[in-house]
């Protein structure tokens, strides 16, 4: 097996184009590293790449699982492990930093999921969950992303499961990035044009009525359906706002989840940050990558 290649970034900054190209050229297979792509059924507000890329070049962990089905961080360390072996030149190419680093230095100390626990913390407003959170673990309180209710419900959950804090049991990046960790950057108001036009292609493909179809898994998963475009569609067909204040919301928090992610990628040591252009043809960025390859 030929050393593994990463390709990160925030998401829109065009790393599935620049993945392929890479692919074509080292004759490898893509690793989705993608906490959404893995579910069938959420194929337009994922932007998952297209039947006919998948055909010319193959593909891991795309419609792993059905919408009903857990999926985390520990699952995605399963299924890549069951895969790799098999992979001439893997591709790890994705935008969810935890999976990035669940893959490089494990798990943590943190206990898995349990499903009675769980679910009983998802019928818990978040309001609560944060107080809880307070007295329990002032230092997670203090950094937690308030809009992330899936992981607040689960810093919650280990702290039930562990009587510890949660900040204790963090696995956080230490030392360098493996070999061959490329991340992909943007200027800002490159990025933010090109998560907007992302944004309105997606509605014109027809998010609405792919969430319509989704709907009852949807609101039977947590984690899905925090899904970014699919909550906020959601929202809309229960009359919480109108199709235009939808797409802007989308905008908005894809921009903010990209921001988030770009903060991720920057605490890592060792990377080999790529700036693109707002010009710049995927095929030339993966040369690029190929030549700095170890």
Not at 259 to 288: C, S, V, Y
Request: with cysteine; charged share 30%; aromatic share 6%.
């Amino acid at each position: 097996m030929g050393k593994p290649i990463f390709i990160a970034g925030p998401t829109a900054s065009g790393k599935s184009a620049v993945a392929m190209e890479v692919a074509e050229k080292k004759g490898g297979e893509i690793i989705s590293v993608d906490s959404m792509q893995v579910y069938r059924g959420l194929d337009i507000g994922t932007a998952k790449p297209t039947a006919e890329e998948r055909a010319a070049v193959t593909h891991h962990l795309i419609d792993a699982i059905e919408i009903d089905e857990a999926f985390d961080a520990a699952k995605f360390v399963e299924l890549t492990t069951a895969e790799i072996d098999k992979i001439v030149q893997p591709i790890f190419c994705g935008g969810t930093g935890l999976y990035f680093q669940a893959w490089q230095q494990g798990l943590g100390a943190s206990p898995g999921g349990e499903p009675k626990l769980r679910a009983e913390l998802e019928g818990v407003e978040t309001e609560v969950l944060l107080q809880e959170l307070q007295r329990k673990d002032p230092e997670t309180h203090a950094k937690i992303d308030r809009k992330n209710r899936r992981r607040i419900v689960r810093a919650v959950e280990v702290i039930r499961l562990t009587k510890k804090p949660f900040s204790e049991q963090r696995a956080e990046w230490s030392g360098k990035a493996p070999e061959n960790f490329f991340v992909l950057a943007r200027e800002r108001e490159n990025l933010r044009k090109r998560i907007d036009m992302r944004v309105d292609a997606m509605f014109e493909d027809g998010l609405v009525k792919e969430t319509c179809s989704l709907r009852s898994a949807l609101e039977v998963n947590a984690v899905a359906r925090q899904a970014l475009g699919y909550r906020q569609v959601i929202e809309h067909l229960q009359g919480e706002r109108d199709l235009p204040d939808t797409v802007a919301r989308v905008k908005s928090r894809t921009w903010q989840f990209a921001r988030r992610q770009m903060t991720w990628f920057r605490k890592m040591d060792g990377t080999h940050t790529l700036n693109l252009t707002p010009d710049e043809a995927p095929k030339i960025t993966a040369q690029r990558i190929v030549d700095q390859l170890t």
